[in-house]
């Protein structure tokens, strides 16, 4: 089992800026990338950026690149979002994900709120 705790989350006014953690536990090692998805409120979740176990390798959301950093600590087993020049459009609850296998994310946090003021 993998256990994730986001962190990090509130509220910012329009242009801010935040940085998201994610502390994992358990079974890390097992741990074969980590990722980041957000849910607006009446919206679906969706993909927002990823990095590899090494952390060499990252992919981000088209409405994210250049906006928003993923990076991890694998020594503190803690993945980051620097968020960057946040919109209103960027509220959402933000949810770290895990995967075991280089198939679907199978472990999730609880999700951060994050708010976008005007």
């Known amino acids: 089992q993998v256990h994730l705790v986001e962190s990090g989350g509130g509220l910012v006014q329009a242009g801010g800026s935040l940085i998201l953690s994610c502390a994992a536990s358990?079974?890390?090692?097992?741990?074969?990338?980590m990722g980041w998805f957000r849910q607006a409120l009446g919206k679906v979740r969706e993909f927002v950026a990823c990095?590899?176990?090494?952390?060499?390798?990252?992919s981000y959301a088209d409405s994210v690149k250049s906006q928003f950093t993923i990076s991890r600590d694998n020594a503190k087993n803690t993945v980051y979002l620097q968020m960057n020049s946040l919109k209103p459009e960027d509220s959402a609850v933000y949810y770290c994900?895990?995967?075991?296998?280089?198939?679907?994310?199978?472990?999730w946090g609880q999700g951060t709120q994050v708010t976008v003021s005007t």
């Open positions: 358990g079974r890390t090692p097992s741990m074969y990338g």
């Open positions: 990095l590899s176990r090494s952390g060499s390798s990252t």
């Open positions: 994900a895990a995967k075991t296998s280089n198939l679907s994310y199978n472990y």
